[in-house]
């Protein structure tokens, strides 16, 4: 796993690549993370939990939901 920054912030909503040319010193680093999978018996488990019916839109964004808030 790379332990590099992948870019830069100021904190105020400005953001710096490493191409950038900037005083790293007065700047928070910003690095990236794997994503989480989630593995099939935790999407059952999760399926199991939240849908009572896929007919519906709310069933399903409810679904979605719970899968984001997992991974």
Do not use: Q
């Not at 950038?20 to 099939?40: G, M, R």
């Not at 935790?42 to 399926?47: D, F, M, Q, Y």
């Amino acid at each position: 796993m790379n332990n590099e920054p992948v870019a830069w912030t100021d904190g105020k909503g400005n953001y710096f690549d490493k191409n950038s040319f900037f005083p790293v010193d007065d700047l928070i680093p910003l690095y990236t993370h794997p994503a989480k999978t989630l593995t099939d018996d935790e999407i059952i488990a999760i399926v199991n939990e939240t849908l009572e019916s896929w007919n519906t839109r709310e069933a399903m964004l409810k679904f979605a939901r719970s899968l984001l808030r997992k991974a």
